[in-house]
Every structure is written in C-alpha cells, then in structure tokens.
C-alpha cells in the first residue's frame, strides 16, 4: 500500500465553479484519488480556498464590497459545486484570517530564510494613481515579454513564465484601462536560480506529462534568477514579515494552503492523522494544476519542500490546458459559460463527469459541445446502457463465470482492462484514457450481440468496476444491485476466475435520465447569443 496526498490548484473565491473548471484539476484529483483508492492505496485529499488572490481583492473593488465578504460568498458556492459533482475532499479550508494557514505559511517561508533563499532587492511595478492599485497582478495587464501574449504579471496565463517587469511595455490598468506609470518598490524574493539542479535531479525521476517536462527544461535553463514574493500595499498575507504593508502573495503560499488543509482536518478529528502524511518520507504528493500554475509548482513548491526536513520531498505534478465553450473561451463576464449549479439540474452528475472526462485538456486545449454532450448522452451511452440493465432484468437471480463467459465478452476484458491498469497508474494516469476506455466498452456491448443475461452481467459489472473513479454514484448503485463486493473484482484484473451467483436488487439498479431537449435549447440560445 502506497500513500498519497492529492491536491488540486485552489479555486480563487471570485465567483461560482462552470465546466471549464470541471474539465481541469478539480476532477482529475478527485479520479486519481478515487483511483489509487480503488487499487488499496492510503490518500488524503486536500485543498483550499485562495482568499489571498489578488483577483478577490479586485472583485470587491468593483463590486464595492470587501475581500471577507466577497470570500464567504462565493467560498459557500465553490463548496456546493464541488459537491454537486461528487467530488468530495477530506479536507477544504478558507484560509482568510485561518491562523493554521498563516502558520503554515510562516513555517515555508523561515525554512526558506534559514536555508538562504530569500533576499530583498529592488523591483518596478506598475501603479495607477486615478484607481490607486499596483499592477502587481490582477490590476496589471501587459503584453507577456516571452510569449507576446496579453496576461497579468504574475505567471502569464499562456506560456506559464514569470514575466519580466524590466522587460514588458505598456502595463495598461485593468479597471480605468489607462497606463500605469513605473515605480520601484522593495520585494522579497526566491533566489531561484539557485533551485535549478535540485529540480532538474527531481524531474529526471519523475515522470511528467510532455508540456511540463519541457516547461521545466526550459525554465532551469532560463536566466530568470529571482522570483519575488512579497508585495508592499497589495493584497496578500500579512504578519509574515516586515514591515507591515508588505504582504507574502499567494502563489508563494500554495503549499503552505495543502498543508494548512491537513492542518485543520487534524483538529477536527481530534488526531494527527493528516499532518502524518506529509511527515512520512514514502507519501508522494499528488498536484493537480492548469499549465498557467506550472511554475509555482513545478519549480517553487518542490524547492520549499526541501527544506522542511521531516517533510517527504516525493512530488508529482499533473498539468492540464484549458476547454473551450463551442469553440469559444470561457467567459464570466460575457455569459459565456455553463454553471456547474445549474447544468447538474438537468445532467446526471456522473454522466457529465464522464463527458468532460472524455473532453479532458491535458494535452492541448480541448472543446465542451453542448450539442455534442445531447448526442453524446442520449444517442451513444443511455440507450447502450439502458439495454444492458433491462437485459440482466430478465431473471432475478443469476451466475456470473469469468470462464464460461462468451468468447466476445471475454475478448472485451481482456482488450481493455491494461489499457485501464495503464491509465490509472499513478505515473501514467490520464482521466482522459480512462473515460475513453469506459466509453469503448460501452459502445462494444451494444446488444446487437445477443448476449445472454449472465454474459450481460459480468459486462456491466467490468463497465461498473472501471467506471468508479469517473462514475462513483452510477458505478456504485451497479455493483450494489449485484451485492459484488470490489476487492473480489481486482481478480479480472490478475486473471483469475470469478466465479460467483447474484441475486438483482432491481430497486437498486440505477436508470439513466435522459437530457430534455428544452434544456439543450436554452443552452445553445445562451450560447448562440454570445457567439453572434
């Protein structure tokens, strides 16, 4: 047995979770988790809530309200979606005025002191004097001196580097619109050229997916030698160093936020059980991030781990691209977008799960069809789906024979289950492959076969048993009707007989709820209004 600490990059309390956010770390956390879960594996799941982003602060500049209430508001929301979608972490803090987050961030950042990290230097930064806001991050936007693309100037939003103030031209406030002059201020920051050789040696044993591999490579090759991580009269945490109007920003306090986490979860079950985890030198910590948060941990994160010695130092970083809207960027300020609130009214959770699975960016950026997701639902998988449960209807009992099972049915196993083995491995995992596999095994056991109901069984036990870390609820239901018990399935997978009678719970066998067109068309009017 193995032990994992699964994370995925914090939401920024700004406003409620769409797909778009479903598509990238949020899931595919929640399916590894599941996953090595599923094979015996001990993980904790942890996140937070980035309270301390410099885009909270903006959203209650514009809205006229305050960080805190801007913070509660929408933490409440993200809780709802995340669990409206069945993701479900051990632990997921706020971390606005949390004392165990301030502790933590203070632990990462006077390792870091003593171990010769930190300095302070001399920075320029845009300033507003119309709206009286830095370009720090949120209230900055230029032209990204690497890639030529628009992004704020913490970690551009295409290219994943951290932009060179120096180099940038025309850093354009983004509430008047107007340029920011150029001022110098006094950061803390990261001598990180100096993390270089311990991250190549790091990354030459992990396996990485072939972006951040190359983002890395990149990067420890690069002349970028500081990294800043204070800022004086922005938003930020405060109390971690002086004077008082410099603030630690959030992108240095990411790992502070997991560990925080694992913090609260401790003294909520009244023992050091999470804490222990990061304390175990065999516990490989899991990250699930957008590509955009590649350098904070791919290159920041593992360099602040080193220096906590009781701290394991085994890290894997997971990257996603970003998933477009039929074609389309997502957008919240043009209504351009799905709200997860709203979609799971109409769509069955699991069966949405699997569809943006199946769409998941991990590689390039990919695209949410919502005509697509009508037709993927309602014309491939339900019908295939339905037949196969109304097929093992036929009787209420039963006797599933891994042995005697027809020679077609065996083939399907046998095709895919190292596919999958290979897609959940916690090296090689791909959320994407594992609901593409799902999704071929469905279509393969379409009944055009004439399957008998005990070859229809042991299909729609396989399809359920490699569907748990997508399709949770559905899966579940599946193997509860049966009275299967999972550790007893593992033997499809090692080849050995299963050999075992069932009596059908009917009232325990799921259905699949079909999207109503009028749903669909009140997307596609949303979204064709937008696109015109």
């Known amino acids: 047995m193995n032990k994992y600490i699964v994370t995925f990059a914090p939401p920024t309390p700004n406003g409620d979770l769409h797909v778009g956010h479903l598509s990238g770390p949020y899931l595919a956390a929640d399916v590894y988790t599941r996953s090595r879960r599923l094979m015996g594996d001990d993980v904790l799941f942890v996140s937070y809530s980035d309270d301390y982003q410099s885009y909270l602060l903006k959203k209650s500049v514009e809205t006229g309200s305050t960080p805190d209430a801007?913070?509660?508001?929408?933490?409440?929301?993200?809780?709802?979606?995340?669990?409206?979608?069945?993701?479900?972490?051990?632990?997921?803090?706020?971390?606005i005025n949390n004392q165990y987050f301030k502790d933590a961030v203070k632990l990462f950042y006077s390792s870091a002191v003593d171990n010769d990290m930190i300095d302070i230097g001399e920075f320029p930064v845009g300033y507003c004097s119309r709206c009286n806001v830095y370009g720090y991050e949120s209230f900055g936007r230029a032209e990204c001196n690497f890639c030529g693309s628009s992004s704020d100037l913490s970690q551009?939003?295409?290219?994943?580097?951290?932009?060179?103030?120096?180099?940038?031209?025309?850093?354009?406030?983004?509430?008047?619109?107007?340029?920011?002059?150029?001022?110098?201020?006094?950061?803390?920051?990261?001598?990180?050229?100096?993390?270089?050789?311990?991250?190549?040696?790091?990354?030459?044993?992990?396996?990485?997916?072939?972006?951040?591999?190359?983002?890395?490579?990149?990067?420890?090759?690069?002349?970028?030698?500081?990294?800043?991580?204070?800022?004086?009269?922005?938003?930020?945490?405060?109390?971690?160093?002086?004077?008082?109007?410099?603030?630690?920003?959030?992108?240095?306090?990411?790992?502070?936020?997991?560990?925080?986490?694992?913090?609260?979860?401790?003294?909520?079950?009244?023992?050091?059980?999470?804490?222990?985890?990061?304390?175990?030198?065999?516990?490989?910590?899991?990250?699930?991030?957008?590509?955009?948060?590649?350098?904070?941990?791919?290159?920041?994160?593992?360099?602040?781990?080193?220096?906590?010695?009781?701290?394991?130092?085994?890290?894997?970083i997971f990257t996603n691209y970003f998933l477009k809207l039929n074609g389309e960027d997502f957008s919240t300020s043009r209504g351009h977008a799905i709200w997860l609130s709203d979609i799971v009214k109409e769509v069955d959770p699991d069966f949405l799960r699997l569809y943006v699975a199946a769409y998941s960016p991990e590689e390039e950026c990919d695209?949410?069809?919502?005509?697509?997701?009508?037709?993927?639902?309602?014309?491939?998988?339900?019908?295939?789906?339905?037949?196969?449960?109304?097929?093992?209807?036929?009787?209420?009992v039963g006797h599933v024979d891994s042995n005697s099972v027809d020679i077609l049915v065996k083939d399907i196993v046998d095709r895919y289950k190292d596919k999958w083995l290979f897609a959940i491995g916690p090296s090689t995992f791909s959320m994407k492959n594992i609901a593409l596999i799902i999704i071929d095994v469905i279509k393969e056991s379409n009944s055009d076969n004439n399957f008998n109901q005990n070859d229809l069984a042991f299909l729609l036990i396989f399809i359920a048993y490699i569907s748990l870390p997508v399709m949770p609820v559905f899966s579940k239901k599946i193997l509860l009707s049966f009275n299967v018990d999972e550790k007893e399935l593992l033997n499809i997978f090692t080849n050995k007989n299963i050999d075992f009678k069932f009596i059908i719970d009917h009232k325990k066998l799921p259905k699949c709820t079909y999207i109503k067109k009028s749903y669909l068309d009140n997307i596609c009017n949303i979204t064709d209004s937008v696109l015109a």
């Open 156 to 316: 551009c939003e295409n290219c994943a580097y951290p932009p060179d103030i120096e180099q940038v031209k025309e850093i354009k406030c983004s509430l008047c619109k107007n340029d920011m002059v150029m001022v110098k201020g006094h950061q803390e920051y990261i001598k990180i050229d100096q993390c270089y050789e311990y991250i190549t040696e790091l990354m030459a044993f992990n396996k990485t997916r072939k972006a951040l591999s190359e983002f890395v490579r990149k990067i420890t090759n690069s002349t970028i030698k500081k990294w800043p991580i204070s800022r004086d009269n922005e938003y930020g945490v405060d109390g971690i160093t002086m004077p008082e109007n410099r603030r630690i920003h959030t992108w240095f306090s990411g790992i502070a936020g997991y560990y925080a986490s694992s913090l609260a979860l401790d003294t909520s079950v009244g023992k050091n059980t999470a804490t222990n985890y990061w304390k175990d030198k065999n516990t490989t910590i899991a990250c699930f991030v957008g590509y955009d948060c590649a350098f904070s941990h791919a290159i920041v994160y593992p360099s602040l781990l080193k220096n906590i010695d009781m701290f394991t130092n085994k890290i894997k």
């Open 367 to 396: 695209n949410f069809e919502t005509l697509d997701l009508y037709r993927f639902l309602n014309v491939k998988i339900y019908p295939v789906l339905d037949s196969l449960i109304s097929g093992v209807k036929i009787n209420n």
């Open 70 to 95: 801007v913070c509660k508001k929408y933490y409440k929301k993200i809780v709802k979606s995340l669990e409206s979608v069945n993701i479900n972490t051990d632990s997921f803090i706020s971390t």
